[in-house]
């Protein structure tokens, strides 16, 4: 662009219009650098996250971890399994 701006046989407007773009891109590298969240963070210009403690959040999150527990679930798993093993026998005889 810089070429195109200083060129003397380009037309007057097709220069400005160049200079013009060539500033746009400076400002969007510059936002892109020192705008950027990396940047803004390693300047500690980024607000602090929230405290993980807020009382809202924690009181959602302990009352959606709490499951009843089923005591016959181990059992019935157990029994489930032998029950595909024996069909799983079964099915391999037949095709004996």
């Keep these: 662009m810089e070429k195109l701006a200083s060129d003397p046989e380009v037309d007057g407007e097709t220069r400005r219009q160049a ?3 060539a500033a746009e ?13 990396s940047y803004l963070a390693a300047q500690k210009l980024l ?10 959040l924690s009181m ?3 009352n959606t971890n709490k499951e009843e527990k089923d005591p016959s679930k181990v059992e019935r ?13 079964q099915q391999q005889q037949q095709q004996q």
């Design 77 to 89: 798993i157990k029994l489930a399994g032998e029950f595909r093993r024996q069909n799983i026998i």
């Design 19 to 21: 200079e013009c773009n």
């Design 25 to 37: 891109l400076e400002r969007a590298v510059h936002d892109v650098s020192y705008l950027a969240p």
């Design 47 to 56: 607000p602090r996250p929230k405290d993980k403690s807020d009382t809202k």
């Design 60 to 62: 959602t999150a302990k």
